[in-house]
């Protein structure tokens, strides 16, 4: 079951990637000529923006932005050498108020642990706010004893957005849905006696209750056009999972983990 569900929601998520970087890969630089007005040729990658009023252009190491009227022409032919870059702007783009958010990790815990890097997939769409701060919703499915659909809501505050690289805060939280069945038997405790004669302990089934989760987190993110970027992210995680058995018994799975995700942002 949880090798199914694994496998569904990774060719969902490579799918949905596919078809995203598909649509916008009319952005993707492409090499060439670009022919300023004041004469200056440069020599690299160049690309437009989404609205085609601005052109990105990569020469020389260097990353500048001019608008669409500082451009004579662009050519992909032969041309001359690069010519030293003079005036533009740093790399910038404009943030788009909504975007997705997928990421898959590991909970890494210690020797001690069964289980010790339980794999986890979350999605969420997020919503900016103001400035770098968004918040979104989202879901996913995780790996533990059982399968798990998480439920959490999602805050994150970005520095210098409109940048390539950007560093970030963000919290996560929410609840766990089981998905399948317990894996965990209970037995009823008999006493330690040497003459006890009587029925063997008596397994029962316990059924998965799920548990609320709180994942704080830092990281970065790098742009890698105007509509996709990827991010790196290490975070605490922690949640406990309840199972219940008859009426008298539950107990609580603790899970107390360093969260190592990569993230897929698409704008």
């Not at 079951?1 to 916008?24: E, N, R």
């Not at 975007?99 to 997020?126: Q, V």
């Not at 406990?240 to 942002?265: H, P, Q």
């Amino acid at each position: 079951m949880k090798k199914k569900l694994l496998l569904l929601f990774v060719v969902s998520a490579l799918t949905g990637a596919m078809h995203l970087l598909q649509a916008q890969q009319d952005y993707r630089p492409k090499k060439g000529y670009v022919h300023l007005k004041n004469g200056t040729v440069l020599k690299g990658k160049y690309v437009y923006a989404p609205a085609l009023d601005r052109i990105r252009v990569i020469s020389g190491g260097e990353t500048v932005v001019f608008s669409t009227d500082e451009i004579e022409k662009v050519s992909n032919g032969k041309g001359p050498d690069i010519v030293r870059v003079e005036g533009g702007e740093p790399f910038s783009y404009k943030p788009q108020r909504l975007f997705s958010l997928n990421e898959l990790g590991i909970l890494i815990g210690n020797a001690d642990n069964e289980l010790k890097a339980p794999f986890i997939f979350n999605t969420s769409l997020h919503f900016r706010l103001w400035r770098g701060l968004s918040a979104g919703a989202g879901t996913g499915i995780e790996i533990y004893k059982e399968a798990y659909l998480p439920v959490f809501a999602h805050a994150m505050y970005t520095f210098g957005n409109d940048r390539r690289v950007s560093p970030f805060v963000s919290l996560q939280g929410g609840y766990e849905i089981p998905l399948e069945g317990s894996r965990l038997k209970y037995a009823d405790i008999r006493p330690e006696r040497y003459d006890w004669i009587g029925p063997p302990p008596e397994v029962t089934d316990t059924k998965a209750k799920g548990g609320w989760l709180i994942h704080p987190s830092v990281g970065f993110t790098y742009q890698l056009s105007e509509g996709f970027a990827m991010g790196l992210s290490v975070g605490y995680r922690h949640h406990a999972l309840r199972y219940k058995a008859n009426e008298d018994y539950s107990m609580d799975v603790k899970y107390d983990r360093l969260c190592v995700k990569l993230g897929f942002i698409f704008n």
